[in-house]
């Protein structure tokens, strides 16, 4: 019986040391449209990434790249405090995409680029063709990574249900003729009959890549002591973890739309590695966090990656990108 003892503890110290061995050997690095990403997990646009600052405690915390906040190319107010409301299955933002302006984005932008330390992806937005083609173009003479065209929004005006089929036809060929050489990520809206062919006609519009999903929208939250909304503009853009199967479910559609001939940023309720092996699964190239990174800091960010790369060990894994779009029906 000791004997026997000894050989099952033989056997699982074994086991540990494969599966350590695999982590230790996994390949996580991924290069996209030759954009170089340690590992599929990055910050998401958001008030969270504002400024040269933030971007930094973001890669010094795990990020492998971050996308800023959405840059207008001129000041725009917000909507006033408060304008994000929560619950652990759901988070409702009203921010309203507030910018200080061109020049100070601007100031911001030219502390990390042209040579930043991990990828920067630019989130620029606009009114007209004109006005993203003009914002791109300033954006493009500093060297970003990358430009995430933000055609959606759920909290501000004209974004609230994204931009239409034939509007996007003419915003994604100003922008990509503006970008030059640098990639352009269309950043997409559940908020459509079906976000597949759309995202096709994006890509045929010049799009090098798509983000799937901006936060889905609008929901309300009252208050029940004061019984008015808990927001100050009343409704807001739903995201957490509430919305990760429209997220999967969207990420999927966009690969088979596309014949999985982009690279995809997927976005919408990734708390955790399986949350992110699950999008990858679905098609996504690249994960990025949001609401991770609103609740927990920085530091959300290395978190998924180790339980990325535990997930992939625990399944075998042992490139990450193997499981993209692998997904089995």
């Not at 350590?20 to 990434?49: V, Y």
């Not at 606009?126 to 914002?135: K, M, Q, R, T, V």
């Not at 890549?209 to 309300?220: K, M, Y």
């Not at 992110?276 to 978190?303: D, K, M, Q, Y």
Request: glycine fraction near 10%.
């Amino acid at each position: 019986m000791e004997h026997f003892c000894c050989v099952l503890q033989g056997k699982a110290e074994s086991n540990a040391r494969e599966k350590r061995d695999r982590i230790q050997w996994m390949n996580l690095s991924q290069t996209i449209l030759g954009l170089p990403f340690e590992h599929p997990i990055i910050a998401a646009s958001g008030k969270w990434a504002w400024t040269a600052a933030e971007w930094s405690a973001l890669w010094e915390a795990g990020a492998a790249g971050v996308t800023t906040k959405s840059f207008w190319n001129h000041v725009h107010e917000g909507n006033p405090d408060p304008v994000i409301t929560e619950e652990s299955a759901w988070t409702l933002n009203a921010v309203g995409l507030p910018d200080r302006g061109p020049e100070d984005s601007g100031a911001e932008l030219a502390k990390a680029l042209p040579d930043p330390p991990k990828p920067l992806i630019v989130s620029i937005l606009g009114l007209s063709a004109e006005e993203y083609a003009a914002n791109a173009a300033r954006v493009a003479a500093m060297r970003p990574s990358a430009i995430e065209v933000n055609l959606s929004s759920p909290t501000f005006l004209k974004l609230k249900g994204g931009y239409s089929a034939e509007e996007i036809l003419a915003i994604l060929p100003a922008v990509k003729a503006a970008a030059g050489s640098i990639p352009v990520f269309a950043k997409l809206s559940p908020n459509v009959p079906d976000i597949g062919p759309f995202a096709a006609a994006c890509v045929a519009s010049g799009a090098d890549g798509i983000t799937a999903i901006n936060t889905l929208g609008t929901g309300l939250s009252i208050d029940l002591e004061t019984r008015r909304p808990r927001l100050s503009v009343g409704k807001g853009g739903l995201s957490g973890p509430g919305i990760k199967p429209l997220a999967v479910r969207c990420v999927r559609d966009v690969y088979e739309a596309t014949g999985g001939s982009v690279p995809i940023i997927g976005a919408g309720g990734v708390m955790t590695g399986e949350d992110a092996a699950e999008l990858i699964l679905a098609g996504a190239s690249i994960v990025a966090l949001a609401t991770a990174v609103l609740r927990e800091g920085p530091s959300a960010c290395g978190r998924v990656r180790d339980e990325l790369s535990h997930t992939c060990g625990r399944l075998g894994i042992a490139d990450v990108g193997e499981l993209r779009g692998a997904m089995r029906s």
